[in-house]
Nanobody, 125 residues
Framework: QVQLVEFGGGLVQAGDSLTVSCAAL????????MAWFRQAPGKEREFVAA????????HYADSEPGRFTISRDKTQNVIHLRRNRLKPEDTAVYYC??????????????????WGQGTQVTVSS
């Protein structure tokens, strides 16, 4: 059974950059489709970015062109999400998710069966 553990969140200033990461424990996720979602206070969880098993294909939410970068390090069994030019509206709990049965990119929350506990990111103005 694989466990996803997010880390790297915290309190940052608007305009800063931050990378959150997700480590997979228990088994390799090198063949899994992976993604990041986030949930802001009082809102539903929403898709942020997805990456294929190889890392060659990535997909971002339409509202986030250029500000987010998703990547994966297969040797470390970790995926990362870097966000540039952070805004207060980026404040949310960021979740890592995995689909062990698919290798492409998926942007629907229901497509992912393995979730981490999330890491809080707070952006102050």
């Amino acid at each position: 059974q694989v466990q996803l553990v997010e880390f790297g969140g915290g309190l940052v200033q608007a305009g800063d950059s931050l990378t959150v990461s997700c480590a997979a424990l228990g088994r390799t996720v090198s063949n899994y489709a992976m993604a990041w979602f986030r949930q802001a206070p009082g809102k539903e969880r929403e898709f942020v970015a997805a990456i294929s098993w190889s890392g060659d294909s990535v997909h971002y939410a339409d509202s986030e062109p250029g500000r987010f970068t998703i990547s994966r390090d297969k040797t470390q069994n970790v995926i990362h999400l870097r966000r540039n030019r952070l805004k207060p509206e980026d404040t949310a709990v960021y979740y890592c998710a995995a689909n062990p049965n698919y290798r492409g990119v998926l942007d629907n929350e229901s497509d992912y069966t393995i979730w981490g506990q999330g890491t809080q990111v707070t952006v102050s103005s």
